[in-house]
């Protein structure tokens, strides 16, 4: 099984739409769950992270995280065509390391 | 706003070759790391580096792998015989390292892409 599962789309949606971007997982040792954005030929930008379950906010961007279900995700609000990107998430157990473990990706297209 | 660089963008060899891919990460971080991704496949880890030495690293940084912080700003990743399943786009990242969000806030450079014909 492997461990970060995402969908790699691609998801295409009109501009000002609600985005729901998911993962699982299947290690439950993982503490910290991150999501990165990608653009072409770029690296990955972090976006937020979150510890253990719970919602965290940061501006159109909200993360959650569902520690029973091993599922996580990223949600955006009114989605602009510059946030077609791929987006990653990412996990690490923490305690020290914090090396992620990326998902797939998944590609996002916000048309005008 | 202060970023990590690659250089070459692009770097083309032939198998066995030896290739060096080469990055600046940011001025006062103090961790690095290479990660690799192939394409249509997810970013995997390689290697992270603190206080010249390796701190961790993944199953895929065997011994043909190496790196180096040269000097005070450089970090180079060391490819010594390379194989046509390198080919894929390595990025460099760094952070600050201090406490959890230094730790988890890796900025990553934009990546240099690595051919193996």
């Known amino acids: 099984q492997k461990e970060v599962e995402q969908d790699p789309g691609p998801l295409s949606v009109p501009e000002g739409a609600i985005v729901s971007l998911n993962c699982t997982y299947s290690n439950s040792a993982f503490q910290y769950f991150m999501w990165y954005r990608q653009y072409s030929r770029k690296g990955p930008e972090l976006l937020m992270y979150?510890?253990?379950?719970g919602n965290k906010e940061d501006g159109r961007f909200t993360a959650q995280v569902d520690k029973s279900s091993k599922y996580i995700s990223l949600f955006i609000r009114d989605s602009q065509p510059s946030d077609s990107a791929t987006y990653l998430c990412a996990m690490s157990v923490g305690g020290g390391s914090y090396i992620p473990t990326f998902g797939r990706g998944t590609s996002l297209i916000v048309h005008p | 706003e202060p970023e990590v660089t690659q250089t070459p963008s692009h770097q083309v060899t032939q198998m066995g070759q030896e290739v060096i891919l080469r990055c600046v990460p940011i001025?006062?971080?103090?961790?690095f790391y290479w990660y690799r991704q192939i394409l249509g496949q997810k970013v995997e880890f390689l290697v992270s580096?603190?206080?010249?030495?390796?701190?961790?690293k993944s199953e895929i940084f065997d011994d043909q792998f190496s790196v180096e912080r040269p000097d005070g700003s450089n970090f180079t990743l060391k490819i010594r015989s390379t194989k046509l399943e390198d080919s894929a786009m390595y990025f460099c990242a760094s952070s600050e390292g201090l406490g959890t969000s230094g730790a988890m806030e890796q900025y990553f450079g934009p990546g240099t892409r690595l051919t193996v014909t």
């Open positions: 580096f603190y206080n010249n030495e390796i701190s961790e």
């Open positions: 979150t510890y253990s379950s």
């Open positions: 001025s006062n971080h103090l961790y």
